[in-house]
């Protein structure tokens, strides 16, 4: 690894948990579902924990409303009053039956497009938020670059099978769900299973009750998510879950039983999967340089899914550089002094930062020593530029 400092050398450090050698177990051994195209994802890690097919690009229907959701969420505009056009209001498939030059907070459209999945909705959203229809698909596109989705072309908000050029893959809707819900307002609307919002036409209100069964009936864990069907893209289904403080996302593309594909995806990883912090938030312990014993400690902490036997399997190697003797005037010790590498059977999972602190209270006093790691093995060495 090479640190943003020329011409310094690092003095490495590697901190090794002692492990035996085992198989990696695979929640796939265990899992058989429906869909053509399928993935299961931990949330917090973004860790690929069950797929299939799941880079193949799909049409993929209504959960093309994620986007369009966490995009009218963004703008700033929840309060403010959407007209709804004609060219909303002629719009196909499933509908709130919102009438021309009606007026309806935008919030609540948001509301609508979610629970009921209305293509009405996804419209008028669409020409509040984009402009115009055509703005607003140029706005998808650009959040889907911005974010990773590298296999995703939107042509449209709502996922109707009128254009071609629209396509996901389950990966890149797994990516999206998780970028969602990190908004806490998207949080609670996709979770939501009834929602009542006033109708200017009508003396009754809209009451409109969410389609996913899996949150209103069938999987006590489920937190949120969104349904989709058309002709030609089939049963589509995006879900999110959570049971002691693990958080998981399943989408499943063309899943003619994707209620039960889901379901199935999530006991299993629940069974065999563990959120498992590696390396704690805090002061690095545990370190025999006097430079810097004491002062470097990790901002965030990295936590990964594991099962039982790959926990045998994780090591973290850290690099710190040289000290140098410019370094008796800590002014000039940089912020950042090493990197800590996190590898699962060889195979690196994640880094973070290593920063240094003068004072204790710089940072947290936690010790690195993970809860359920209690040999380490310190290994002294000496690299060019890391």
């Not at 209001?89 to 509301?111: P, Q, W």
């Not at 307002?185 to 409109?208: F, L």
């Not at 998981?248 to 999530?266: F, K, R, S």
């Amino acid at each position: 690894m090479r640190f943003p400092y020329k011409g310094l050398s690092s003095l490495c450090i590697v901190i090794l948990l002692l492990s035996f050698m085992a198989p990696v177990q695979s929640v796939s051994a265990n899992v058989s579902v429906s869909a053509h195209s399928a993935i299961l994802m931990d949330e917090d890690s973004g860790r690929v924990i069950y797929e299939v097919n799941a880079h193949e690009k799909n049409r993929i229907a209504s959960i093309t409303k994620i986007m369009t959701a966490i995009l009218a969420i963004e703008s700033g505009l929840m309060d403010e009053t959407v007209k709804v056009s004609s060219n909303a209001f002629g719009t196909e498939g499933s509908s709130l039956y919102l009438k021309e030059g009606e007026r309806i907070k935008l919030e609540d459209l948001v509301y609508g497009l979610m629970l009921r999945s209305g293509n009405d909705a996804a419209v008028a959203i669409s020409e509040k938020v984009g402009g115009s229809l055509d703005g607003f698909v140029w706005m998808m596109n650009q959040k889907a670059e911005e974010i990773g989705m590298k296999n995703t072309h939107f042509s449209n908000p709502h996922g109707l099978d009128n254009t071609k050029n629209h396509y996901s893959t389950a990966y890149d809707m797994a990516i999206l769900t998780r970028y969602a819900m990190q908004n806490e307002t998207y949080v609670k609307i996709a979770g939501t299973k009834e929602h009542r919002a006033p109708n200017s036409t009508e003396q009754w209100d809209y009451v409109w009750k969410n389609k996913n069964r899996l949150l209103t009936q069938l999987y006590e864990y489920c937190t949120g998510g969104k349904t989709g069907y058309t002709k030609l893209a089939k049963r589509t289904l995006v879900t999110t879950a959570t049971k002691n403080g693990h958080d998981l996302i399943a989408v499943t593309l063309n899943g003619p039983d994707d209620w039960n594909d889901h379901i199935q995806m999530y006991e299993s990883a629940f069974k065999d999967y563990t959120p498992t912090e590696i390396l704690p938030e805090g002061m690095v312990k545990n370190m025999e340089n006097k430079t810097y014993k004491g002062h470097v400690y990790i901002k965030n902490d990295f936590s990964y899914p594991l099962t039982k036997e790959e926990r045998k399997l994780v090591n973290v190697k850290m690099k710190l550089l040289k000290p140098q003797r410019a370094w008796k005037d800590k002014r000039k010790i940089p912020a950042v002094v090493g990197r800590a590498s996190i590898y699962l059977d060889g195979k690196k999972i994640g880094s973070r930062s290593i920063f240094y602190g003068e004072s204790k209270e710089s940072f947290k006093q936690q010790s690195f020593q993970s809860s359920w790691a209690e040999v380490f093995e310190a290994v002294l060495g000496i690299g060019r530029n890391g």
